[in-house]
């Protein structure tokens, strides 16, 4: 961890769930642009508070959100299915966590309340995705990393008016040809400033170092996980000044 960050994990609550969420932010004090984290289907383990530093030494407040419950992790190595699957089921209940980690991220005294993005991970794509998808108050841009698509089906699409980044790997059996069609499609007819960027030969999880099971259609891409870093940085630079 950077000597020139600070962290703590909080707590904070949707009515009677309680979550525990980790925060990471500049050292100096006072208060920073932010960015949620979503952490991917293991829970909010030790990758995920790595993603947050790595954004706190960019010079954001992180907000690494937590959407399964205190204490409840998954393993970053395994079938985290049981975890995931009742809030894919659930579009409508994980919308109200990931609302709560919003809200949470406002309140804390490193955050400024007017400068908020998010970003995620797999399942953690398929969350930002859906904040946008809700228009959530206050939230500027999100960035999805081999997210994925299928849309909440909750009623009518509402205008998206945060900024969206999809960065895909073109080999991704978990979000094929058609389904990048689709949410193409569906940002487009919800009036979003979106963009794609799909990476040539790159699989699943292309950020995950040490990630080799393309029979599975997984694999770490150094060249997809530094381009879509560098664009990344870039699209939070613009869109939280």
């Given at each position: 961890?950077?000597?020139?960050?600070?962290?703590?994990?909080?707590?904070?609550?949707?009515?009677?769930?309680?979550?525990?969420?980790?925060?990471?932010?500049p050292a100096s004090g006072g208060k920073h642009p932010c960015v949620l984290v979503a952490h991917d289907w293991s829970g909010l383990n030790q990758?995920?508070?790595?993603?947050?530093?790595?954004?706190?030494?960019l010079g954001y407040t992180a907000f690494a959100m937590d959407v399964y419950g205190k204490g409840v992790r998954g393993d970053e190595q395994g079938d985290n299915s049981a975890l995931m699957s009742p809030l894919l089921a659930n579009r409508a209940l994980l919308k109200k966590r990931l609302l709560a980690a919003l809200e949470a991220a406002k309140a804390h005294e490193a955050v400024d309340a007017s400068r908020i993005g998010a970003m995620g991970y797999c399942f953690g794509g398929?969350?930002?995705?859906?904040?946008?998808?809700?228009?959530?108050?206050?939230?500027?841009?999100?960035?999805?990393?081999?997210?994925?698509?299928?849309?909440?089906?909750?009623?009518?699409?509402?205008?998206?008016?945060?900024?969206?980044?999809?960065?895909?790997?073109?080999?991704d059996p978990m979000a094929p040809p058609d389904h990048v069609a689709g949410v193409a499609k569906e940002m487009t007819e919800a009036g979003a400033d979106w963009q794609l960027h799909a990476y040539g030969h790159a699989m699943h999880a292309f950020t995950t170092e040490g990630l080799n099971a393309p029979?599975?259609?997984?694999?770490?891409?150094?060249?997809?996980?530094?381009?879509?870093?560098?664009?990344?940085?870039?699209?939070?630079?613009?869109?939280?000044?």
């Open positions: 961890m950077a000597a020139n960050i600070k962290t703590a994990f909080i707590d904070y609550s949707d009515g009677e769930t309680s979550f525990e969420g980790y925060v990471a932010c990758g995920t508070r790595a993603r947050a530093e790595q954004m706190a030494a398929l969350c930002v995705l859906d904040m946008a998808r809700a228009a959530m108050p206050g939230l500027k841009g999100v960035v999805s990393f081999h997210g994925i698509f299928m849309p909440p089906d909750l009623g009518p699409q509402d205008k998206i008016t945060a900024k969206v980044l999809i960065l895909h790997g073109w080999d029979e599975r259609g997984i694999r770490y891409d150094a060249n997809a996980d530094r381009h879509s870093w560098t664009a990344m940085k870039n699209f939070f630079e613009e869109v939280l000044g």
